[in-house]
């Protein structure tokens, strides 16, 4: 690393982006950055650097309107490449992963607090969706 990347990153540290107000101190960043003539290789590197963060922290805030409770789980374990023990935190055992994977437990209160939590989601997205609201194919 050269020392204008190092001066970089003790400047402005790129961290994982979690709340509006990180976001936007994010952004300012790389406004100043685009707001030069012409950018250094480092600083261009540090700009990608900053641009991946705020992409992940945008994903991570899209919401997913048609898949609902353990069926969003489902993809989200998919999506993020997780096993089921990377769940155990939340859950206590694999064997209750699996059986709420496989829909022979619901998920609880907890539970749904617990993964809202994880995967940076409203607690909501993980209710399951009543029979009279959902849309008729």
Same mark, same amino acid.
């Given at each position: 690393?050269?020392?204008?990347? /190092?001066? +970089?990153? +003790?400047?402005?540290?790129? @961290?994982?982006?979690?709340?509006?107000?990180?976001?936007?101190?994010?952004?300012?960043?790389?406004? @100043?950055?685009?707001?030069?003539?012409? +950018?250094?290789?480092?600083?261009?590197?540090?700009?990608?650097?900053?641009?991946?963060?705020?992409?992940?922290?945008?994903?991570?805030?899209?919401?997913?309107?048609?898949?609902?409770? #353990?069926?969003?789980? &489902? $993809?989200?374990?998919?999506? &993020?490449?997780? +096993?089921?023990?990377?769940? $155990?935190?939340?859950? &206590?055992?694999?064997?209750?992963?699996?059986?709420?994977?496989?829909? &022979? =437990? @619901?998920?609880?209160? =907890?539970? #749904?607090?617990?993964?809202?939590?994880?995967?940076?989601?409203?607690?909501?997205?993980?209710?399951? $969706? @009543?029979?009279?609201?959902?849309? /008729?194919?």
């Amino acid at each position: 690393m050269t020392d204008r990347y /190092i001066q +970089l990153l +003790l400047q402005f540290p790129p @961290r994982t982006i979690t709340n509006e107000e990180e976001l936007e101190a994010t952004q300012a960043q790389i406004d @100043r950055l685009l707001d030069q003539n012409e +950018l250094s290789s480092e600083e261009s590197d540090y700009l990608n650097v900053l641009g991946v963060l705020v992409l992940e922290y945008e994903q991570a805030q899209e919401s997913i309107p048609d898949i609902y409770g #353990i069926e969003l789980l &489902k $993809v989200l374990i998919q999506e &993020k490449q997780l +096993l089921q023990k990377d769940l $155990v935190p939340i859950f &206590k055992t694999e064997s209750i992963v699996s059986d709420i994977l496989s829909e &022979k =437990r @619901r998920l609880t209160v =907890r539970h #749904i607090q617990e993964l809202a939590q994880f995967f940076n989601l409203s607690p909501a997205v993980f209710f399951p $969706v @009543r029979q009279n609201t959902q849309a /008729i194919a």
